[in-house]
């Protein structure tokens, strides 16, 4: 079993930033991938961005390209997502979840477990 908590989200001005933070806990091996999704007040979950837990590689959806970078700490079982240049666009509940593979994937069915998501609201 993998846990997951979400931290950081609140309300933010557009164009300010915000950093996401997943702490994942349970059997977490080197080789998961972590991903990041969201969901807006009646919309379907999008994907946003994932991250190769040992190798680094990562994949965003071009909404947030250039906006939005994913990081991890390996030592801490950490995966967080930085947001820059946030739009009211952006805002939505977030979600960290774990996929266990090594192979990055855009889709949320491709993921075993997730967290219970964190708000982020962003005002023009």
């Known amino acids: 079993q993998v846990q997951l908590v979400e931290s950081g989200g609140g309300l933010v001005q557009a164009g300010g930033s915000l950093r996401l933070s997943c702490a994942a806990s349970?059997?977490?091996?080197?080789?998961?991938?972590m991903g990041w999704f969201r969901q807006a007040p009646g919309k379907e979950r999008e994907f946003v961005g994932t991250?190769?837990?040992?190798?680094?590689?990562?994949n965003y959806a071009d909404s947030v390209k250039g906006r939005f970078t994913i990081s991890r700490d390996m030592a801490k079982n950490m995966v967080y997502l930085q947001m820059n240049s946030l739009k009211p666009e952006d805002t939505a509940v977030y979600y960290c979840?774990?996929?266990?593979?090594?192979?990055?994937?855009?889709?949320?069915?491709?993921?075993?477990?997730w967290g219970q998501g964190t708000q982020v609201t962003v005002s023009s």
């Open positions: 979840a774990v996929r266990q593979s090594r192979v990055i994937a855009d889709v949320g069915t491709a993921y075993d477990y």
């Open positions: 349970g059997r977490i091996f080197l080789s998961y991938v």
């Open positions: 991250i190769s837990w040992s190798g680094g590689s990562t």
